[in-house]
């Protein structure tokens, strides 16, 4: 059974430009969440998704955004890179409320 | 709203001691606990899930414990390795699968 698949898995970008974050779910999943992780600020909750409608956002400013499609694969968007926006973003998928969360690997993001 | 603590931040055993793992919450209207792992640069891994009609789950070296009462979660590992060197996270969510994670603990174990 396949997990959650993040790709890619590093990126470097330069401040001012947008990145897109792909998160494909485990099979059967509906619900992805989107999570940034820093040293300082831990795990912060982004987004959650379910059926292509976005259920929960955390406290993020709009440069943060992100979709699912039919298949339940989400992407994130981050426009107008600040430094700041350097994590490991994680995403999870899970059954709805049932079955906990699975995470993906991460996609290492630095600005530079 | 939810807060989730985690006390200590770090923590170091020698190998063979029992490790034990506590992680408090605020509202104890939680649909589901979840313990995690995880290891430097990695995602995390999904340990143990107990859900909030459960008292406890159980595998292999790991026990977690839950008192909705109390606001408590605890993880117990049985004589531990060094392999089992990681942070270690808590997360409580409510109805609708909103998880509230903790800051973790960071566990070393000293062959």
């Known amino acids: 059974k396949a997990g959650v698949t993040q790709t890619p898995r590093y990126l470097i970008k330069t401040r001012g430009q947008q990145v897109t974050l792909s998160c494909s779910p485990i099979?059967?999943?509906?619900?992805v969440s989107w999570y940034q992780q820093t040293p300082g600020q831990g795990l912060q909750f982004l987004f959650e998704y379910f059926s292509e409608t976005q259920r929960n956002k955390g406290n993020f400013p709009g440069r943060f955004s992100g979709r699912q499609f039919s298949n339940s694969r989400s992407e994130m968007n981050v426009s107008t890179l600040e430094l700041g926006d350097s994590a490991l973003y994680l995403c999870a998928s899970s059954l709805e409320m049932s079955g906990g969360y699975t995470f993906g690997s991460g996609t290492r993001l630095t600005v530079v | 709203k939810q807060e989730v603590t985690q006390i200590p931040a770090a923590l170091s055993v020698p190998e063979g001691e029992n490790l034990v793992l506590n992680c408090s919450f605020t509202?104890?209207?939680?649909?589901?606990l979840q313990w995690f792992r995880q290891d430097p640069g990695k995602g995390l891994t999904s340990l143990l899930l107990i859900q909030s009609s459960q008292r406890e789950q159980t595998s292999g070296r790991l026990n977690a414990s839950l008192d909705k009462s109390s606001g408590r979660s605890t993880l117990y590992i049985a004589a531990s390795q060094p392999g089992d060197s990681a942070t270690y996270l808590c997360a409580a969510s409510d109805s609708w699968g909103k998880f509230q994670f903790g800051a973790g603990t960071q566990v070393v174990v000293t062959p």
């Open positions: 509202d104890s209207a939680i649909y589901n």
């Open positions: 099979s059967g999943h509906r619900s």
